[in-house]
């Protein structure tokens, strides 16, 4: 229980993962790709970015191809590293450029005993 007059500690932004044509899967070959640099996404679902969620997000990242990405079936992880390295860049200026990179997390102080 939070003792009174403490600040809130805010509840984390939703961060979905979303496309205007979705898979039912993941591609194995996306999970891989973000494996190798500790992300796992194995329990991760395709979503389809919605018009009202795109309205109410105070930024979304995309990867700049209009309506729908190229599909380009049995490519390999090869062709799926550049996506990801791409992916990362944009949210690390992206953070940068909100000033969020150097920026310390929120740690709730006690209140004065």
């Known amino acids: 229980m939070k003792p009174p ?5 805010p509840a984390p932004a939703p961060r979905p993962s979303a496309g205007s ?3 039912e899967t993941i591609n194995p070959t996306a999970v891989q790709a973000m494996r190798e640099v500790g992300i796992d996404i194995t329990d991760q679902t395709p979503e389809l ?8 997000s105070d930024v979304i990242v995309t990867m700049g191809c ?11 992880v090869d062709a799926v590293r550049p996506i990801r ?4 860049g944009r949210v690390e200026k992206l953070l940068t450029d909100l ?3 150097t920026r310390p997390r929120h740690t709730p102080q006690r209140p004065p005993a």
């Open 21 to 23: 044509a979705p898979a």
């Open 85 to 88: 390295d791409e992916i990362r």
């Open 5 to 9: 007059g403490a600040p809130s500690r």
């Open 66 to 76: 209009g309506d729908a990405c190229p599909v380009f079936p049995g490519k390999g």
């Open 99 to 101: 000033n969020l990179a």
């Open 49 to 56: 970015l919605e018009y009202a969620t795109a309205e109410s």
